[in-house]
Nanobody, 124 residues
Framework: VQLQASGGGLVQAGGSLRLSCAASGFTFDEYAIGWFRQAPGKQRELVAGITSGGSTNYADSVKGRFTISRDNAKNTLYLQMNNLKPEDTAVYYC???????????????????WGKGTLVTVSS
C-alpha cells in the first residue's frame, strides 16, 4: 500500500497550488480519502475529505478556497488550493479510511493508510 503526495512548494500569499496524491496497493474507489495538514507545534487536522461516493467535507478555514477531488480511474486524489494564506503553511498528508467509506471522519486515528507529506509554505 502506498500513498504518495506531491505538489507542495513555496508560494506567495494569494497564490495557488495543486496537490496530488497517487495511491496504489488497495482498491482506491472503496475508500474515503482525506487531506490533513500539520503545522509546527500544532496537531494534525483534517483539511478536506471525499467519500467513495464523491461527497466532500471541508474545514471551515479553507471553505471557498480549497477544492478536493478524486479520479478513481487514475487512483489519484487532488487538492486545489487557491487564495493561499500564511496560516496554510504546513506539511500536507493524504490518508485513506477503509472502515467508513461513505463518511469523512475528522480524526487522524480513523485513517488506515498514510502517505509521506508534502510541504506547503506560504509567504506573506
Amino acid at each position: 500500500v502506498q500513498l504518495q503526495a506531491s505538489g507542495g512548494g513555496l508560494v506567495q500569499a494569494g497564490g495557488s497550488l495543486r496537490l496530488s496524491c497517487a495511491a496504489s496497493g488497495f482498491t482506491f474507489d472503496e475508500y474515503a480519502i482525506g487531506w490533513f495538514r500539520q503545522a509546527p507545534g500544532k496537531q494534525r487536522e483534517l483539511v478536506a475529505g471525499i467519500t467513495s461516493g464523491g461527497s466532500t467535507n471541508y474545514a471551515d478555514s479553507v471553505k471557498g478556497r480549497f477544492t478536493i477531488s478524486r479520479d478513481n480511474a487514475k487512483n489519484t486524489l487532488y487538492l486545489q488550493m487557491n487564495n493561499l494564506k500564511p496560516e496554510d503553511t504546513a506539511v500536507y498528508y493524504c490518508a485513506a479510511d477503509r472502515e467508513r467509506p461513505f463518511d469523512v471522519r475528522q480524526t487522524p486515528y480513523d485513517y488506515d493508510y498514510w502517505g509521506k507529506g508534502t510541504l506547503v509554505t506560504v509567504s506573506s
